[in-house]
């Protein structure tokens, strides 16, 4: 008699070892890093269950953190995984590093150096390959507002606007703001470009009495203040 084929699938491990029934008796932070990806894969491939794949696709990257900035050509290896499921982990990998953001603005956070804005929007710059802007807006007390992007350039520059960036200063009431980029050279000595902009920023914004407090530069884990370096 013909032995029946054994299921390799997580259907067929008990209920209590399974990822999603696992998340929902224990909660998320019960998971390891193999199982939270196995619920965003769902299923694997012929062979291959899906926290199988899951812990392949892990031993490949590391790490979440350098999954995020990944192209399809990156995940081609993997059997079984289309550009839905690609797809699926690169859009829970962005909330995660939305999250804080949001969070410290629904807070209204105290800004009290350059650091307390590194250690915000840092885990959003500091892995990009080309150049983002972002413009922190404060209150009279220092507490954000608002953090919003102002401009995605190419690998070497970016251009954000002076003029939009003071006109939406006003129309969230900012009394100050910081502006913050990432370098993708993980060089974070100012460019003259960048310090072309910060005095023409400082100018205009001057003009319609508002402060910048702050330039700051991402470089991987690094930052670069101008004000801490006395360049405003």
Known sequence: MKEKKKLSGIKSWPEDDRPREKLLR???GALSNSELLAILLRTGSKGTSAI????KILAKFGSFRSMAHTDTRDWKEFKGLGGAKIAHIQAALEIGRRYRE?????????????KDVADIV???L????????????????????????????????????????IHAALQKFAKSIVCVHNHPS??????????????????????????VLDHIIIAGDKHASFADEGLL
């Open 126 to 165: 500091r892995d990009l390959k080309t150049e983002m802007f972002k413009v922190v807006y404060l209150d009279s007390n220092n507490r954000i507002i608002d953090i919003s992007d102002a401009s995605v350039g190419t690998i070497d520059q970016a251009f954000p606007i002076i003029r939009e960036i």
């Open 52 to 55: 199988d794949l899951a812990r």
């Open 102 to 114: 949001d969070d410290v603005s629904t807070g209204k956070q105290k800004i009290a150096s350059a």
């Open 26 to 28: 224990k909660g998320a």
């Open 122 to 124: 840092m885990p959003q």
């Open 186 to 211: 993980s060089e974070s000595s100012p460019s003259g470009q960048d310090k072309k902009f910060t005095k023409e920023l400082c100018d205009a914004a001057r003009l319609m009495e508002i402060k």
